[in-house]
């Protein structure tokens, strides 16, 4: 024992200095802060029914009436309690509070990656810190991302498993990968885990052509083979995370539409616009060296002694007033994104490194990193190079089910500095072997840091400093200020100084980085320092890089008193009012906040608004027919919307406004019209009474018996029991009926019962549930049990026991060989 810590020293040394620097980074959580993140507060507000339940049943409802009408609640949080990797998961949260765990889990996937690949462990680590302190992963943080974040942090780990697999090694490479992709897919951000799957993809195609090569295909695919295993473990124990999200996601968004239109027809997946709104603008690449050459972040980047500021207090605006304007109305990000957390930057020293890899490395795998990227950054361009995006969109498999394309840019984020590790290491290896390398090294210096130069000096030859409705929004702050065309224009112009301020700044500050690991690499080359010289400053150098960059968006101000972030959502007076009606399920729709964009309604109340990535595409489809430019009252109704909130136009107030017409839990209508297809059942429901009629599609009309239904005179039906689950009601009619209910028609899982007897559930009015009801007295109840989610849990029992074996497995191979 006491050798093996002696021959791992380095190692344990390494993750101790990880721990120290995810320690001084996030010290506020460890003086007892939190951090405050907006995705965080929504999904606060989403989750708020199920955790509810949770506390009082034991276990969390696997449906919530809190958004949108209603949703599987595994669409917004599960236990997964057969999973083991959720149990790995909640281990390393005890112990590392999150999000120390995420950058913790950064730096030891990067480490592990760059191991794999042989590279010694100190200059290993300094690549980690590398990977690690890229910005994005940070502004993800920030942002609330955090399932992201974790699916991330997991991809250097399965690029490193399958490295090992295809370098030789049968046992330790398929179980670390089956781990680690299992902890990956558990992540629960499919995107992600998509981009890894295509990157790995073309590794896979680059290995088979150089085994065809080499005459090796024999060991190619027995690695495959096997790595095909682990793939499959990994996803069969995450049975219950990815079975159901597939047969939910068939009727989302990304789906198909319900609905065909003339110029589309049936299309599936988003919609091509809304999944290129966030596009890598072409000139935006800049950020990888310069990170403020487009402005940074969209807002809270201006102070008082800004241009801007500074003009308008001249103007006579008090300097309070204008630092609030400036924050609000004049974003310093003048790119093509509808706004932005902050910019791609990969490091001034890990880019200079980058090219000068390009040149010198002469490994393999340089041709997979540099494909890749390449290739990568073509698709964040999304709308501004469609004939990459395009091509992708239309023909390869579920690419269309993903928007913010730029989200890919989270691959070059792993390979350019993995590449500009490699460089180092090639240095060190066999930099006397390299032809002319003091040339290569000087004119890499000459290109990458001429350009910092340039930028400094001229930043109008390469950057614009306005948006391409730059137009628009001068009209805008013109009617600001009140039609005063000269006091907007001065204000927009100030508004460009201090965008070219900030790009300005930050390439002298590139430039410095750049020079200094120059003459780092140039005076080793010349045999002026040592190679743990070269590696310990070089470290500091792209730490101190990244850290302060990364300090801009995620700093100690961003976190709170745990105290203050407990009360985050406050219950407003409206709220309180509201939920003075002790009823049983009517629904409440916020007009004060954005509200298919928020949640936080959804934390008191059951709102018919929400927040969530993944809305069901016939609830879209009411949104974009029915509530598109007015709100259709009938439709409110049918959803049994009693409250509205509404601000006063007058003083700014918040107010209710009871809705006396609202349809109720479940009601009796006279008549039922039978409708042709999906368009002219949503046309059918923009002007109707709920209460009278209901319209079902032709597809029903075999689980309905027309001829039975009479008038619903003295009849009643209430709901007498709520759960998210179960929901009972009882009814009484003198003869047969049609109820219609207020609740989303979902037939993946919801199961009707009239007197213990099964019965078909019919959807009505494009989205609600109803049901065939015999005449006399009868107790009705709905119970939400998908068989995928009860199937998929055994599923992933199993699994998880094959996974834990196969380590067991690999750990006592392992000890036995180091015995032996």
């Known amino acids: 024992m006491k050798t093996w810590f002696k021959e791992n020293s380095s190692h344990f040394i390494i993750i101790g200095i990880f721990l120290v620097l995810v320690f001084f980074y996030f010290s506020p959580i460890f003086g007892g802060k939190t951090l405050l993140q907006s995705d965080v507060l929504q999904a606060e507000g989403s989750q708020k029914e199920l955790f509810d339940y949770k506390a009082k049943d034991g276990h969390a409802p696997l449906w919530t009436n809190s958004m949108f009408g209603g949703m599987p609640t595994y669409q917004i949080w599960h236990a997964h309690a057969n999973n083991i990797t959720t149990y790995i998961s909640k281990g390393v949260r005890a112990v590392f509070p999150p999000p120390t765990d995420v950058v913790l889990l950064y730096l030891l996937g990067g480490y592990f990656l760059l191991s794999t690949l042989r590279i010694r462990p100190w200059l290993a680590a300094v690549g980690a810190i590398a990977l690690a302190f890229t910005s994005y992963n940070f502004v993800y943080i920030e942002a609330g991302h955090l399932n992201r974040a974790y699916a991330i942090a997991y991809l250097p780990f399965i690029m490193g498993a399958i490295f090992m697999c295809y370098r030789g090694s049968r046992l330790w490479g398929p179980v670390l990968l089956a781990l680690f992709l299992a902890l990956e897919i558990r992540a629960n951000h499919v995107q992600t885990t998509y981009y890894l799957f295509l990157a790995m993809l073309i590794y896979v195609l680059f290995v088979l052509y150089y085994a065809f090569k080499d005459k090796q295909l024999k060991s190619f695919f027995q690695a ?434 009871r809705r006396g017409t609202a349809s109720g839990n479940a009601w009796f209508v006279e008549r039922v019209t039978f409708v042709k297809d999906n368009a002219q059942e949503m046309q059918a429901i923009s002007s109707f009474d709920p209460k009278k009629e209901a319209f079902v599609h032709e597809e029903f009309k075999n689980k309905l018996n027309a001829t039975r239904l009479g008038q619903p005179g003295n009849a009643d039906i209430n709901l007498v029991s709520y759960h998210p689950d179960t929901l009972v009601y009882e009814s009484t009619s003198p003869n047969d009926a049609f109820a219609v209910f207020s609740e989303v028609y979902y037939d993946k899982g919801w199961k009707a019962y009239i007197d213990d007897q099964e019965v078909p559930i019919i959807r009505a009015n494009y989205i609600l549930r109803a049901l065939q009801v015999p005449g006399g007295n009868h107790t009705i109840k709905f119970v939400f049990a998908p068989d995928s989610m009860r199937i998929s849990e055994m599923i992933s029992l199993i699994a998880s026991i094959i996974l834990v074996l196969g380590l067991a497995v690999a750990v006592w191979f392992s000890v036995r060989k180091k015995k032996a």
Request: net charge neutral; aromatic share 12%.
């Open 224 to 657: 495959s083979a096997l790595q095909l295993v682990a793939v499959a473990v990994a996803v069969l124990v995450n049975a219950s995370v990815l079975f159901p999200t597939y047969e939910y996601s068939k009727l989302t968004i990304r789906g198909p539409s319900n609905i065909v239109k003339v110029d589309e027809g049936n299309s599936s997946g988003l919609d091509k616009q809304y999944a290129y709104d966030w596009s890598q603008g072409i000139g935006e690449n800049i950020t990888f060296l310069i990170p403020n050459a487009y402005g940074g972040r969209s807002g809270g980047v201006l102070d008082r002694d800004a241009e801007v500021v500074k003009t308008m207090v001249g103007l006579g605006i008090p300097e309070a007033q204008a630092m609030q304007a400036a924050d609000r109305m004049f974003p310093t990000y003048w790119g093509e994104k509808m706004f932005t957390q902050g910019p791609w930057y990969f490091g001034a020293s890990v880019i200079f490194l980058f090219i000068l890899g390009l040149v010198i490395v002469k490994d393999r795998i340089k041709w997979w990193i540099v494909g890749v990227t390449v290739l990568s950054i073509l698709l964040a361009f999304g709308k501004h190079f469609p004939l990459i995006s395009d091509l992708f969109f239309d023909y390869f498999p579920m690419y269309n089910k993903f928007r913010a394309v730029e989200s890919i840019l989270i691959i070059p984020a792993i390979l350019i500095p993995l590449l500009a590790v490699l460089a180092v290491n090639e240095l060190i290896t066999r930099g006397d072997t390299i032809p002319k390398l003091d040339k290569k090294v000087l004119y890499t210096f000459i290109g990458v840091g001429g350009f910092c130069l340039l930028v400094a000096f001229a930043p109008s030859l390469f950057l614009d400093f306005k948006t391409s409705n730059h137009q628009t929004f001068v009209s805008q702050v013109e009617q600001v200020f009140g039609g005063d065309k000269g006091a907007a224009n001065e204000v927009v112009k100030a508004l460009i100084k201090d965008r070219t301020s900030l790009a300005t700044a930050d390439a002298y500050r590139s430039f410095f980085i750049v020079v200094l690991t120059f003459g780092l690499i140039w005076f080793f080359i010349k045999k002026k320092l040592g190679m743990p010289v070269l590696v310990g400053v070089l470290g500091i150098i792209i730490l101190a890089d990244l850290w302060s960059v990364d300090k801009r968006y995620l700093n100690n101000d961003s976190f709170v008193d745990s105290s203050a972030a407990k009360a985050r959502i406050p219950e407003r007076e409206v709220d309180q009012l509201i939920r003075l009606d002790k009823d049983l399920s009517y629904r409440v729709f916020d007009l004060t906040r954005s509200p298919f964009q928020d949640a936080m309604t959804s934390y008191y109340h059951k709102s018919l608004g929400g927040y969530h990535a993944a809305k069901l595409m016939r609830f879209q489809e009411i949104l974009e027919h029915q509530f598109n430019g007015a709100i259709n009252e009938d439709v409110l109704d049918m959803f049994n919307v009693r409250y509205l909130i509404t601000q006063n136009p007058q003083n700014g107030a918040e107010q209710i406004q």
